[in-house]
């Protein structure tokens, strides 16, 4: 594979333009993590400082008329163009983590006779950990499924786990660590003939795979907004909740804005008949807005388009691998069918960390380690190149080549 035939899907990118609306401070960095920290999107600095100067400046708190429904006005437009959703079930509140406690707990407390939650073994950490914190609270068996040999589950090993026994299967669309896509309606589908709810994470595929959450039937879902949306580093996350389960569900943290007359300040908790149930506390402004810069961005090129493009990108990633790296010991530990694989490429060696920080220290790479041998790539679509991910393969085949990370600490740092 030649750098020409790069340059050439360069040439004939569809969303090519879409890389102008972000910030490049250094255009010599190949930013290819996958995906931990979407690029700043250039709008977003004038709209976060305009909320900043002419909201929190000059309008002080009567900005919180405009403010008030902001979660729910952003998340009703990212539902609308990123997520199949019609209006009024997707509000924007909290982090993942805490969306997923939320709607975990209410969905448990709809299942009362039964004991076990149903996840997988590689789903993202925080995910496990409230899963495992909920089943150690309510007495109820967590079961983690491993995932076959290429990442994802599938519907057949999902079906043979589901029994009259499981009160909630919670999973993630795209897997953080294989980039494995699920089967959303079926799997959703399987759940609910056994009589379970599903809880979808949606973290790893929001703004990058196409989603359609109500023609797939799907209950429940939560995902964040800092990677694919480009919404900055600790923007609020998202929930969803199926208009039809709404007032059948009850959230565990019982704040005022989830109450029903929020500024009548009653005596008690009398929670509201629509997603705003799923709120807790006051909305964090100035981290939400960005979201909706985000989702406009992407909403531009749409989503058909960036899906298009990251199985190109990543379709590239696998080539090369199968060229270059594959007979210098590296696995692919990605789906081979790029319809299986969301827009990441995970690349198995066993001195992954020490090769990621030699990228990252003296290539001007970026990708991520994430344990316990994986190097992640992840070319957003939005905003990378074809000769970037053909950059970049050709720097690590030379950082292989030369041994070049022989000279870097075994030892991870505190973020990797
Ligand atoms: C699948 C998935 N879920 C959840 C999270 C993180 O959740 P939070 O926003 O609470 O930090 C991540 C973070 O990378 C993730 O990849």
């Given at each position: 594979?030649?750098?020409?035939?790069?340059e050439?899907?360069?040439a004939?990118?569809?969303?090519?333009?879409?890389?102008?609306?972000?910030v490049?401070?250094?255009?010599?960095?190949?930013?290819?993590?996958?995906n931990?920290?979407?690029r700043?999107?250039?709008?977003?600095?004038?709209?976060?400082?305009?909320?900043?100067?002419?909201?929190?400046?000059?309008?002080?708190?009567?900005?919180?008329?405009?403010?008030?429904?902001v979660g729910?006005?952003?998340?009703?437009?990212?539902?609308?163009?990123?997520?199949?959703?019609?209006p009024?079930?997707?509000?924007?509140?909290?982090?993942t983590?805490v969306?997923?406690?939320?709607?975990?707990?209410?969905?448990?407390?709809t299942?009362?006779?039964?004991?076990v939650?149903?996840?997988?073994?590689?789903?993202?950490?925080?995910?496990?950990?409230i899963?495992?914190g909920?089943?150690?609270?309510?007495?109820?068996?967590?079961?983690l499924l491993?995932?076959?040999?290429?990442?994802?589950i599938?519907?057949?090993?999902?079906?043979?786990?589901?029994?009259?026994?499981?009160?909630l299967?919670?999973?993630?669309?795209?897997?953080?660590?294989?980039?494995?896509?699920?089967?959303?309606?079926?799997?959703?589908?399987?759940a609910?003939?056994?009589?379970a709810?599903?809880?979808?994470?949606?973290?790893?595929?929001?703004?990058?795979?196409p989603?359609?959450?109500?023609?797939?039937?799907v209950?429940?879902?939560?995902?964040c907004?800092?990677?694919?949306?480009?919404?900055?580093?600790?923007?609020?996350?998202f929930?969803?909740?199926r208009?039809?389960?709404?007032?059948?569900?009850?959230?565990?943290?019982?704040?005022?804005?989830?109450?029903?007359?929020?500024?009548?300040?009653?005596?008690?908790?009398?929670?509201?008949?629509?997603?705003?149930r799923?709120?807790?506390?006051?909305?964090p402004?100035?981290?939400l807005?960005p979201?909706?810069?985000?989702?406009?961005?992407?909403?531009?090129?749409?989503?058909?388009?960036?899906?298009?493009?990251?199985?190109a990108?990543?379709?590239?990633i696998?080539?090369?691998?199968?060229?270059?790296l594959?007979?210098?010991?590296?696995?692919?530990?990605?789906?081979?069918?790029?319809?299986?694989?969301?827009?990441?490429?995970?690349?198995?060696?066993?001195?992954?960390?020490?090769?990621s920080?030699?990228?990252?220290e003296?290539?001007?790479?970026?990708?991520?380690?994430?344990?316990?041998?994986?190097?992640?790539?992840?070319?957003?679509?939005?905003?990378?190149?074809f000769?970037?991910?053909?950059?970049?393969?050709?720097?690590?085949?030379k950082?292989?080549d030369?041994r070049?990370?022989?000279?870097?600490d075994?030892?991870?740092?505190?973020?990797?």
């Amino acid at each position: 594979v030649k750098r020409a035939e790069a340059e050439r899907m360069d040439a004939e990118d569809a969303i090519g333009w879409l890389r102008d609306h972000f910030v490049f401070d250094d255009p010599g960095l190949i930013y290819l993590d996958g995906n931990s920290l979407g690029r700043l999107p250039k709008a977003t600095i004038a709209a976060v400082n305009e909320a900043m100067r002419a909201g929190w400046g000059s309008r002080l708190v009567r900005a919180w008329h405009e403010w008030i429904d902001v979660g729910q006005r952003v998340g009703d437009h990212l539902g609308k163009k990123l997520l199949g959703a019609a209006p009024g079930q997707v509000a924007v509140s909290d982090s993942t983590s805490v969306n997923l406690y939320k709607l975990a707990t209410a969905a448990l407390d709809t299942r009362p006779g039964r004991r076990v939650i149903l996840s997988t073994s590689d789903n993202f950490p925080t995910d496990r950990y409230i899963l495992e914190g909920l089943a150690a609270a309510r007495g109820l068996e967590l079961r983690l499924l491993n995932p076959g040999a290429d990442g994802g589950i599938g519907v057949e090993a999902m079906k043979a786990a589901l029994g009259l026994d499981v009160a909630l299967v919670s999973l993630s669309h795209v897997s953080y660590l294989s980039g494995a896509i699920e089967d959303v309606p079926a799997i959703t589908r399987a759940a609910r003939y056994a009589g379970a709810l599903v809880l979808w994470d949606l973290s790893h595929s929001a703004g990058a795979v196409p989603i359609e959450l109500d023609s797939w039937g799907v209950d429940l879902a939560v995902g964040c907004t800092y990677k694919y949306l480009n919404a900055g580093p600790g923007a609020p996350a998202f929930l969803y909740v199926r208009h039809s389960l709404q007032t059948r569900l009850r959230q565990p943290i019982w704040g005022w804005w989830g109450q029903r007359e929020q500024f009548a300040m009653g005596p008690a908790y009398d929670p509201a008949r629509s997603i705003a149930r799923f709120l807790a506390g006051t909305p964090p402004v100035l981290s939400l807005l960005p979201i909706q810069v985000g989702v406009d961005v992407l909403a531009e090129a749409g989503v058909e388009r960036l899906r298009d493009k990251g199985v190109a990108l990543t379709e590239l990633i696998v080539r090369l691998w199968e060229a270059w790296l594959e007979p210098l010991g590296f696995t692919l530990s990605s789906p081979r069918d790029p319809a299986r694989r969301g827009a990441h490429v995970s690349l198995g060696h066993a001195e992954a960390y020490r090769v990621s920080q030699a990228l990252i220290e003296e290539c001007k790479v970026i990708p991520d380690f994430r344990p316990p041998n994986v190097v992640r790539l992840g070319p957003a679509p939005a905003y990378t190149r074809f000769v970037d991910v053909w950059d970049a393969m050709d720097r690590l085949r030379k950082v292989m080549d030369a041994r070049a990370y022989e000279r870097f600490d075994p030892r991870p740092g505190r973020v990797t």
